[in-house]
């Protein structure tokens, strides 16, 4: 099945510094991807769809200013957390489908725990 | 976006059948019926999917209800790997968003 690889798996950083996490598509083309953030004990929420060559659309409530997406390729999404603040520790998870294989459904990557001290 | 509801946990010993319902009596009919899950500090992992009818693949089976208000994913012997939070979401055939509601804690026992 399809694989999506995600860098990197773990990260501490600073309060007001950002960070950068990876989300590629290894072995199929991806014109959409997606960012989840996860916090302990509660359910995946969507921060916004990632579109190749084009801005991202966020969910209602997430800042853009604050996670900036870049879709630059079909297989390379990026999300940056600008300013990291201790609130913005939390598990994030990209996630794409291989639009070819529809007897499939969406691959998530492995996910990046980020950790703002 | 149509919800789906689900028990917040269940529990099975190892070896047994386990049938993890979900209600979706607001489905429309271009949603399709995608099932995952979740193993502790990773991310989802896709287990099956269906639009009418039941499916069975390596992994699982989906038995859909009639009127599509129900669907039961089966696991048919329950191994200890196979504790994770399973999450019935409902897809809509002309969105790309799938949309995570709190799932079913499954505990399997040895």
């Known amino acids: 099945g399809a694989v999506v690889s995600q860098h990197p798996s773990r990260v501490i950083c600073k309060s007001g510094t950002s960070v950068k996490i990876e989300c590629r598509s290894l072995?199929?083309?991806?014109?959409?991807m997606f960012w989840y953030r996860q916090f302990p004990k509660q359910s995946l929420m969507l921060m916004a769809t990632?579109?190749?060559?084009?801005?991202?659309?966020?969910e209602q409530g997430v800042e853009k200013d604050k996670f900036l997406i870049n879709h630059a390729s079909l297989t390379l999404s990026t999300l940056t957390v600008t300013s990291a603040h201790p609130e913005d520790s939390s598990f994030y998870i990209c996630?794409?489908?291989?639009?070819?294989?529809?007897?499939?459904?969406?691959?998530f990557g492995s996910g990046t725990r980020l950790t703002v001290v | 976006d149509a919800k789906t509801t689900q028990p917040n946990s269940m529990e099975s010993n190892e070896e047994e059948p386990v049938h993890l319902p979900c209600n979706h009596s607001?489905?429309?009919?271009?949603?399709?019926i995608h099932w995952y899950r979740q193993l502790p500090s990773q991310g989802p992992e896709y287990v099956i999917h269906?639009?009418?009818s039941n499916v069975n693949n390596r992994m699982a089976s989906l038995a859909i209800a009639e009127d599509r208000k129900s669907s039961t994913l089966i696991l048919h012997r329950a191994t200890l790997r196979d504790a994770a939070v399973y999450y019935c979401?409902?897809?809509?055939?002309?969105?790309?968003?799938?949309?995570f509601g709190t799932g079913t804690r499954l505990q399997v026992f040895p």
């Open positions: 996630s794409a489908r291989d639009i070819l294989d529809t007897n499939y459904g969406y691959t």
């Open positions: 072995d199929f083309q991806a014109t959409t």
């Open positions: 990632s579109n190749e060559g084009s801005k991202a659309t966020y």
């Open positions: 607001t489905i429309s009919g271009t949603d399709y």
């Open positions: 269906g639009l009418t």
């Open positions: 979401i409902l897809h809509r055939h002309n969105t790309d968003k799938l949309i």
